[in-house]
């Protein structure tokens, strides 16, 4: 158990609807990471928290948005969903600064159907 | 951007054989390397890691080496256990603690009793 929390496991829902994904990071970590896994992408980086402020962006669609709140919990929003956007969601989190390591969720298997 | 190539894809081996995977960046400015274990329906573990300024890691079975002027890394598994079957991703990212993880392709490993 890696510490870092994810809700919920397993999400099931139609084209064009709006999701949310939560991740709660390992207690004292500061950054969340966000990432896709496809079978044909691969683990995807997606975007990056730090103490509630967006860090860094990577291959995220502009219908994807996320955020981190105050008590450092993030939140990943998915909408006008296509079939496409059917993967696992995995969120990561570090300490931040000079500690590089990044500690996975157990992720939220997202259906398009 | 850094690209990470991964091979084999797959890897065969009888218990207590040793396993190698290697991995290739092309980012010469790439300075932490993970290697994760993804079982199947779980996320990512960090099971070893290794930072450019050394050349090699060890942690009891597991050991990662790094060539920084040929651009590659590689995980060693001695001793392989049946339990060490798994999907085994290397990664690479650069700068502080605030960037992405770019992941290679993967390597399933079985290990045969």
């Known amino acids: 158990d890696s510490g870092v929390t994810q809700t919920p496991k397993h999400l099931i829902t139609a084209t064009g609807q709006r999701v949310t994904l939560r991740c709660s990071p390992r207690?004292?970590?500061?950054?969340v990471y966000w990432y896709q896994q496809s079978l044909d992408q691969g683990l995807q980086f997606l975007i990056q928290y730090y103490n509630g402020e967006e860090r860094a962006k990577g291959n995220i669609l502009e219908r994807f948005s996320a955020q981190q709140f105050p008590d450092l919990h993030s939140e990943l929003n998915l909408s006008s969903l296509e079939l496409g956007d059917s993967a696992l969601y995995f969120c990561?989190?570090?300490?931040?600064?000079?500690?590089?390591?990044?500690?996975f969720g157990p992720g939220t298997r997202l259906t398009v159907t | 951007g850094e690209n990470v190539e991964q091979h084999p894809s797959t890897l065969s081996v009888q218990e207590g054989d040793s396993a190698v995977i290697k991995c290739t960046y092309s980012?010469?400015?790439?300075?932490?390397f993970p290697w994760y274990k993804q079982e199947l329906g779980k996320g990512p573990q960090l099971i070893i890691d290794?930072?450019?300024?050394?050349g090699e890691k060890k942690d009891q079975r597991i050991a990662v080496t790094l060539n920084k002027t040929a651009k590659h890394f590689s995980l060693h598994i001695t001793e392989t256990q049946p339990e060490d079957s798994a999907v085994y991703f290397c990664a690479a990212s650069k700068g502080t603690g605030f960037q992405k993880l770019v992941f290679g392709t993967g390597t399933r490993l079985l290990v045969s009793p």
């Open positions: 290794i930072r450019s300024n050394v």
């Open positions: 990561a989190s570090s300490p931040g600064g000079a500690n590089y390591e990044q500690y």
């Open positions: 980012d010469s400015a790439s300075n932490y």
């Open positions: 207690s004292g970590d500061l950054s």
